[in-house]
């Protein structure tokens, strides 16, 4: 199988633009979740979809979305950007929530 | 809430001696645990897992962990560590409820000196 895939692997924005990250999840795998990963404030949840659901939420601000699409691969779009939006942003994929398979990540600066 | 502590920032050791990473955590009902590695500018690789069954998880590269109800704890051992082990560590525990959430510990950068 596949692994989970994550597009682009690096990417620079400037303060104020907007981005959009894909994740591609192991076939067969209806649920995928992001985690933004910072030095300051390790992995934290941004969101999990299932079968284009979203069925849980962080505590981030709402200029961060998702969705997920019929063929279970999933965006999200952070609006407006912040300095501190830079971070390593990774997603899973998962077919049960007894296994995890994460993506190589994207890595998002800021300027 | 759910919670999961990793209590050490860094754990340093020497080429071929033991190793342990340790985890506890919080949470209502039963567990389910992981560990991940992450090189640097890498993803999360999975490790091992307690979902139920024995207290003594069998992993990759070598690494198992124990799982101890009592004590709340699921710490990461080795019984020979290489220079290559070298890396983050994450404890993560599933949330409960129907999402598949995971929680993780704040990492434990692990050395291995030669």
């Known amino acids: 199988k596949a692994g989970v895939t994550q597009t682009p692997r690096y990417l620079i924005k400037t303060r104020g633009q907007q981005v959009t990250l894909s994740c591609s999840p192991i076939?067969?795998?209806?649920?995928v979740s992001w985690y933004q990963q910072t030095p300051g404030q390790g992995l934290q949840f941004l969101f999990e979809y299932f079968s284009e659901t979203q069925r849980n939420k962080g505590n981030f601000p709402g200029r961060f979305s998702g969705r997920q699409f019929s063929n279970s691969r999933s965006e999200m779009n952070v609006s407006t950007l912040e300095l501190g939006d830079s971070a390593l942003y990774l997603c899973a994929s998962s077919e049960t929530g007894v296994g995890y398979t994460f993506g190589s990540g994207t890595r998002l600066t800021v300027v | 809430a759910q919670s999961v502590a990793q209590p050490e920032d860094q754990v340093n050791v020497a080429e071929g001696n033991p190793l342990t990473v340790k985890c506890t955590y919080s949470v209502s009902g039963n567990p389910y645990l992981f560990w991940y590695v992450q090189y640097p500018n890498r993803g999360l690789q999975f490790l091992l897992k307690?979902?139920?069954?024995?207290?003594l998880v069998k992993g990759s590269y070598g690494f198992e962990a124990e799982f101890n109800k009592s004590q709340t704890s699921f710490h990461l051992k080795k019984p020979s560590a290489l220079v290559s082990d070298s890396a983050l560590y994450f404890c993560a525990v599933r949330d409960t409820g129907s999402s598949y959430k995971l929680i993780f510990g704040s990492g434990t950068r692990l050395l291995v000196r030669p």
């Open positions: 307690y979902i139920t069954g024995d207290n």
């Open positions: 076939s067969g795998h209806r649920s």
